[in-house]
């Protein structure tokens, strides 16, 4: 939004401060927010929280993922290798309220598995998108509102391995670790400084949520 310090807000302030640069923006098109941060810091908890909040539409940058066949699992999470531009356009379609025809990503096959249609938002929603790359460069400029999510190692792995001990992503603990030290966190380490450069709200989430 601009070139100003992000707001920084605890986890319990998010969801307002998010909905209060949406209301301050001047354009009558649909609001598109976006939601990053290291893997399990909280991103789709409160990006699932500003929907319900303000009637909108959740949407994922992991459906955009490349299928992991062929690339070394170092090279899984490059933004390079996801379908940003896809991503990008469905935005825009979004925008202007339409439904969209997106894909949809199996954390099971690691691989697009098919598509499904998302859409129109309803009036006075927003499309909120979170994921590890939803403010790259591809990406931001379609954004209205930037949010990044910070939590520390320690609480974001306690998070990953419940959600592996739930069964939810079918990986097991150990795999899941291993993508957290040698791909999520590398990766994403790359990347964070130009994410937090555009960002407009820094959300503190040390927490358990």
């Known amino acids: 939004m601009s070139e100003r310090a992000p707001i920084r807000v605890g986890w319990d ?3 307002e401060a998010v909905l209060g640069l ?3 923006r001047e354009t009558s098109d649909i609001p598109v927010v976006g939601v990053t941060g290291r893997v399990s810091a909280g991103k789709s908890t409160l990006a699932r929280r500003i929907a319900e909040a ?3 539409l959740m949407h994922t940058t992991d459906d955009y993922l490349p299928d992991y ?3 070394p699992i170092e090279d899984v999470d490059l933004p390079e290798h996801s ?3 896809e991503l990008a356009s469905h935005l825009e379609a979004l925008r202007r ?7 949809e990503w199996s954390f099971h096959a690691h691989a697009r598995v098919g598509s499904r249609t998302i859409g129109p938002v309803d009036p006075g929603g927003a499309v909120v998108l979170e994921g590890i ?13 930037r949010v990044f999510v910070e939590a520390g190692p320690g609480v974001r792995w306690a998070r990953r391995a419940a959600i592996e001990e739930s069964g939810e992503r079918g990986w097991g603990v150990e795999k899941a670790r291993d993508h957290f030290d040698r791909v999520a966190e590398p990766t994403f380490a790359r990347y964070e400084e130009a994410y937090l450069a ?3 709200v820094v959300v503190e989430n040390h927490g358990g949520d």
């Open 69 to 71: 066949e062929g690339l």
């Open 13 to 15: 302030e998010s969801v």
């Open 54 to 56: 303000c009637g909108g």
């Open 198 to 200: 555009v960002a407009d």
């Open 83 to 85: 379908h940003l531009d």
């Open 97 to 103: 309220g339409e439904a969209v025809e997106v894909p």
């Open 133 to 145: 790359h939803s403010l790259h460069e591809t990406v931001a400029g379609h954004l209205d509102v």
């Open 22 to 24: 949406v209301r301050a």
